[in-house]
């Protein structure tokens, strides 16, 4: 499948009346155009369309938004540069980009060099880039490989997170809720010490499209019945 074909694929799955809400939402200057299809179905189309670099690269330089979340999910993970991850990383301000980039399965959370590369962006001041790195933190944390972090790797960045919590800006502070969720579900010690920084910062108050969202309840998830279970906590 090449790029036009891709295009043509996803205007017979536009939505109206999220493109109607797209335009709403995004001013002119913005210059992202949309077909309003919600992340579901684009993870769907995805799958049918499957991994291509060539295409990948070719979709993520066009004006619209459907288009860059799916060469997001089909790029390559062998072949994804840390170059182009700091490149795309500078244009991730619509929608759900930011959020394909880093979590939602990514294919920068396979690349050889994720561990190293979101330890540099959590650790660094752009905001931007510290979210995307809890959130690739967030995918390692469900890495069942042999080359994944050991625990003292996430005792580390759990105690990052209780020490930095509260001057994080908010964006930075729901992705840090996410990536303790992600840690304190590998085992009970990971669990217990996530527990304990979650309990002390409470839910997480955040925004959507300006309007107020249920607060992320860290505690609620490391203490639920299914994970009681699986780590016989």
């Given at each position: 499948m090449n790029n036009i074909q891709v295009i043509a694929l996803l205007k017979a799955n536009q939505n109206k009346k999220n493109i109607e809400r797209w335009n709403k939402r995004n001013s002119v200057s913005d210059k992202l155009k949309s077909f309003g299809i919600g992340l579901t179905v684009l993870r769907k189309l995805a799958k049918q369309i499957g991994r291509n670099r060539k295409l990948a690269l070719e979709l993520?330089?066009?004006d619209i938004y459907?288009?860059?979340?799916i060469a997001?999910?089909?790029?390559?993970?062998?072949q994804i540069t840390q170059e182009q991850a700091e490149m795309q990383v500078e244009n991730l301000r619509h929608g759900h980009l930011a959020h394909v980039f880093s979590s939602c399965g990514a294919s920068l959370a396979k690349?050889?060099?994720?561990?190293?590369?979101?330890v540099e962006w959590i650790n660094g001041k752009d905001t931007m880039r510290q979210s995307c790195g809890y959130g690739l933190l967030?995918?390692?944390?469900?890495?069942?490989?042999?080359?994944?972090p050991v625990d003292d790797f996430f005792l580390k960045r759990i105690q990052e997170i209780s020490t930095c919590f509260h001057k994080a800006h908010k964006a930075v502070q729901l992705a840090m809720g996410g990536a303790l969720i992600g840690i304190g579900k590998r085992n009970a010690v990971l669990n217990a010490s996530a527990l304990k920084v979650a309990k002390s910062i409470g839910?997480?108050?955040?925004?959507?499209?300006?309007?107020?969202?249920?607060p992320l309840n860290?505690?609620?998830?490391?203490t639920s019945d299914y994970i009681k279970n699986k780590l016989r906590v």
């Open positions: 993520w330089e066009t459907d288009a860059k979340i997001l999910l089909i790029d390559d993970p062998k690349t050889h060099f994720v561990v190293p590369l979101l967030y995918e390692v944390s469900k890495s069942k490989r042999k080359d994944a839910p997480i108050q955040f925004k959507s499209n300006g309007s107020d969202c249920e860290v505690t609620k998830h490391l």
